[in-house]
């Protein structure tokens, strides 16, 4: 094993080396950057303030809680929620996990069940599906996450997205050439009538950092994939990034913040016509009325009453 070169700052044993900014840092000055990081792109995209209550989604991974440590640290009001999908042990792990960390520092988590909000477990809404289990999964989360915020009186919500996210979703976009979904992509979406502050401070750090992050706080996070993960196309794309920056390392984050600089340039130039969705009031291009989560709760309805 190749020993790490000295901290560039104090010159004590190193921790990590920071490839894409050729930084070799000790543990106390990588969690100093780490915060700095993340301070300063809440300030930059004026995400949030000390004085608003932020409601960080915990879904019991690195990125959520190394989030959720972070603010508490940075010393933001903050507040977790964590949705119990019911995808087996998967799931039973995330929440024992989500649930101990709130413990840990003394912050409140609210805890929803999908089987009570929907009346199925995701598990079962996948296995009685054709359409792809994340797919689905994601419309769910999108929705309830909004919802549960939105009925609580929360103005904003954190989530965990890390950079290596971000550059894969934006690839996909890119190669679909998913305009709207482009233009959406941003470490803000402002609210909206019924649509709560969607925010992503840690856009700007990989997930190297925050497992990083992780280990030097002794946080422990569910280190285990989700059973429907296997095949995804979010993991290709994770993949093919990564291959790229072991090449070239600094392309993820000269993407990302290139792509964030030009995306006015992909304004659509033609909006979608979007009107309320008759079951819950959410904005929707669906020409089927329904929003598709509302479509997914009518079929979960069926299957229950005809079993
Ligand atoms: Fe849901 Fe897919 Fe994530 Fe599993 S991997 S929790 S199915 S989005
Ligand atoms: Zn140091
Ligand atoms: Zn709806």
């Not at 999908?114 to 999108?142: A, W």
């Not at 291959?243 to 993407?255: L, V, W």
């Not at 989560?293 to 005809?306: G, N, S, T, W, Y």
């Amino acid at each position: 094993m190749t020993r790490l070169k000295r901290c560039r700052i104090c010159k004590k044993e190193g921790y990590i080396y920071l490839r894409h900014a050729n930084l070799p840092l000790c543990k106390e000055h990588f969690i100093s950057r780490v915060h700095f990081v993340v301070q300063d792109t809440i300030k930059k995209y004026e995400m949030f303030s000390k004085k608003e209550k932020i409601l960080v989604a915990v879904s019991g991974g690195k990125d959520s809680l190394a989030l959720w440590h972070i603010l508490k640290e940075l010393g933001y009001d903050t507040e977790g929620f964590h949705i119990d999908l019911g995808l087996g042990e998967f799931s039973n792990v995330s929440k024992q996990i989500s649930e101990n960390f709130a413990e840990k520092h003394g912050i409140k988590l609210n805890i929803f069940s999908l089987e009570k909000e929907l009346g199925s477990s995701m598990e079962n809404i996948i296995e009685k599906s054709y359409e792809k289990p994340c797919s689905l999964c994601g419309t769910v989360k999108r929705h309830l996450m909004n919802k549960i915020a939105y009925e609580m009186g929360h103005k904003v919500i954190a989530t965990g997205h890390n950079l290596d996210d971000e550059a894969s979703r934006l690839l996909g976009n890119i190669l679909s050439w998913q305009e709207e979904y482009l233009y959406r992509q941003y470490p803000v979406l402002p609210e909206e009538e019924v649509l709560v502050r969607k925010v992503k401070p840690l856009v700007f750090l990989s997930r190297k950092e925050l497992l990083m992050y992780c280990k030097a706080n002794e946080i422990e996070y569910a280190d285990m994939s989700c059973p429907y993960s296997k095949g995804a196309r979010s993991l290709v794309l994770l993949d093919v990034i990564e291959k790229i920056e072991e090449r070239y390392p600094a392309t993820k984050i000269r993407f990302v913040r290139g792509f964030y600089k030009l995306r006015e340039r992909f304004k659509p130039s033609q909006y979608v016509e979007l009107h309320k969705c008759p079951g819950c009031g959410i904005p929707t291009a669906s020409e089927k009325e329904l929003c598709r989560f509302c479509r997914i709760k009518e079929r979960v309805k069926r299957d229950v009453l005809a079993s």
